[in-house]
Nanobody
Framework: QVQLVESGGGLVQAGGSLRLSCAAS????????MAWFRQAPGKEREFVTA????????YAADSVKGRFTISRDNAKNTVYLQMNSLKPEDTAVYYC???????????????????WGQGTQVTVSS
């Protein structure tokens, strides 16, 4: 079974930056999509950004375009989220997710993903 381990969360001032990492176990890891979602208290889980694992194609929610960048290191089975120009409204628990190795649904839907990280807290102060 695939396990995803996240790291890099923390407390940062508005306008600052954080870099999250998500490392997957296994030697044959090859998802169709890898993605980041976030969930703030009292709110629904929200799509942030995703990448096609094979090609590196990236997709992002309008709320983070130009500020957040997803990237991956296939050899290390690791996906990253570089977050710049952080805003208080970015405060949430951030989850990385991996889909099956075939197209199972749209990249912005949580239902398309079978494997999830434990979540890491990102808090942005004003």
């Amino acid at each position: 079974q695939v396990q995803l381990v996240e790291s890099g969360g923390g407390l940062v001032q508005a306008g600052g930056s954080l870099r999250l990492s998500c490392a997957a176990s296994g030697r044959t890891f090859s998802p169709y999509f890898m993605a980041w979602f976030r969930q703030a208290p009292g709110k629904e889980r929200e799509f942030v950004t995703a990448t096609r694992w094979r090609f590196g194609t990236v997709y992002a929610a309008d709320s983070v375009k130009g500020r957040f960048t997803i990237s991956r290191d296939n050899a290390k089975n690791t996906v990253y989220l570089q977050m710049n120009s952080l805003k208080p409204e970015d405060t949430a628990v951030y989850y990385c997710a991996a889909s099956p190795p075939y197209y199972s649904g749209t990249y912005y839907s949580a239902k398309s993903f079978d494997y999830w990280g434990q979540g890491t807290q990102v808090t942005v102060s004003s």
